[in-house]
Nanobody, 120 residues
């Protein structure tokens, strides 16, 4: 009934930019914080950045100053602008959002992931 769909990943050279998009759809009553995570091969999934419904943001140290998270509450969409990409940013990127549905369910949903590959 609710799904998150990411897009915007791809192959980019080091120093380049990509913009990821994650759109939530379905029987959505409300969405609080939205976040981007990533998982590199052989590593655990890690938080990249998060944004509250009011627009307050938080970034993990490896991406501070290079990535920008934003959201459009009317479209139930979160974005991740990634600049000055490095080889270490190569990973599958996932969006995550705790969503309350019109049926009273409250659950943290994950997208299917989008691959970002940065060539050095």
């Amino acid at each position: 009934q609710v799904q998150l769909v990411e897009s915007g990943g791809g192959l980019v050279q080091a120093g380049g930019s990509l913009r990821l998009t994650c759109a939530a759809s379905g029987s959505i009553f409300s969405i609080n914080d939205m976040a981007w995570y990533r998982q590199a091969p052989g590593k655990q999934r890690e938080l990249v950045a998060a944004i509250t419904s009011g627009g307050s943001t938080n970034y993990e140290d490896p991406v501070k100053g290079r990535f920008t998270i934003s959201r459009d509450n009317f479209k139930n969409t979160v974005y991740l602008q990634m600049n000055s990409l490095k080889h270490d940013d190569t990973a599958v990127y996932y969006c995550n959002a705790p969503i309350r549905t019109w049926y009273g369910e409250h659950y943290a949903y994950w997208g299917q992931g989008t691959q970002v590959t940065v060539s050095s």
